[in-house]
């Protein structure tokens, strides 16, 4: 999706269809509640689906602000209207189908990332959160593929990806910009999230240019630190070149620094990728007791 289609999501279609639901012409209590459930079913398609390290997290809490009264405006416009429009009039048909197609769609939509919410299989393993100083949120994170497309992968099923916020909500300096140092996460100091032992440490590939990820990607994961906690292996991947502080067979305790976040391996943007796995099997993760799924804020 274009960066001017999102923006068009994440903008304009939340004040037109405010505006339609605060000033709309309604016939009918019955066509007046297919406006508010179309409102209803894409304002909860914006929050849970939609990422928003992109354009601002505190948006994301602005439309809900903005919803909540207009919703209250609109059931209260619905109550002095006849319960179905006059008999006769069919004007508006095609485009009243049309509004209950879309509001199915994007309930279905929502609903499935609310799935994602609660882990779907496996008892999940808890965490300290890896990153310190700083207000982080999860990109990629979820038991759902709408919220998470790591969730294809049966090893990466509850992989997380995270990202650091400016002052702004943003992850970075500018919408997709084009130096590494611009991403509020690039070079973040990354601890050890539990005691364990290094069972694999790579650092041998140079960051790559955000949004040039490689077709060729000798290895995904960069460079990245593999831990065994708990019978559980943890990875922690893209690391940035000439960081890795710890060694395979070397003992860490949570808390211990391992590197800095970098942009090496597959990936688009400077992020800490996070996943565990136990034989080949992704297990769920949690920090301080909180499953993350997509849009969680975490403030260290």
Request: glycine share 10%; hydrophobic share 40%; charged share 15%.
């Amino acid at each position: 999706m274009s960066i001017w289609l999102y923006a068009a999501v994440y903008y304009i279609l939340p004040i037109a269809l405010l505006i339609r639901l605060w000033k709309g012409d309604l016939k009918s209590r019955l066509l007046g509640a297919l406006e508010v459930g179309l409102t209803t079913s894409f304002f909860g398609y914006l929050f849970v689906v939609i990422p928003w390290h992109v354009y601002s997290h505190y948006i994301r809490f602005l439309w809900v602000l903005l919803f909540l009264p207009v919703l209250f405006i609109a059931i209260k416009r619905l109550k002095p209207l006849p319960l179905k429009r006059p008999s006769g009039e069919r004007s508006g048909m095609f485009s009243n189908l049309l509004s209950l197609a879309v509001m199915i769609f994007f309930t279905f939509m929502a609903v499935s990332g609310l799935v994602g919410y609660s882990p779907s299989t496996g008892k999940a393993i808890g965490l300290e959160f890896p990153l310190k100083d700083g207000v982080y949120a999860t990109g990629q994170g979820g038991a759902t593929t709408i919220i998470n497309y790591h969730n294809e992968h049966e090893p990466q099923q509850y992989a997380i990806d995270i990202l650091e916020l400016n002052g702004a909500g943003l992850r970075a300096n500018g919408l997709t910009p084009s130096e590494l140092k611009a991403y509020e996460i690039y070079n973040a100091s990354l601890y050890s999230p539990c005691n364990g032992e290094v069972i694999g440490a790579v650092d041998q590939y140079e960051d790559i240019p955000p949004l040039e990820s490689p077709e060729n990607v000798e290895e995904a994961k960069g460079n990245h630190v593999t831990l065994r906690c708990q019978s559980t292996d943890i990875i922690l991947a893209h690391m940035k070149p000439g960081s890795v502080q710890v060694t395979k067979g070397q003992t860490v305790k949570a808390g211990d620094l391992l590197g800095l976040v970098g942009n090496t391996g597959n990936t688009t943007e400077p992020h800490l990728h996070i996943h565990a796995e136990r034989d080949g099997v992704g297990v769920p993760i949690t920090f301080d007791g909180h499953f993350l799924k997509r849009n969680s804020l975490v403030f260290q």
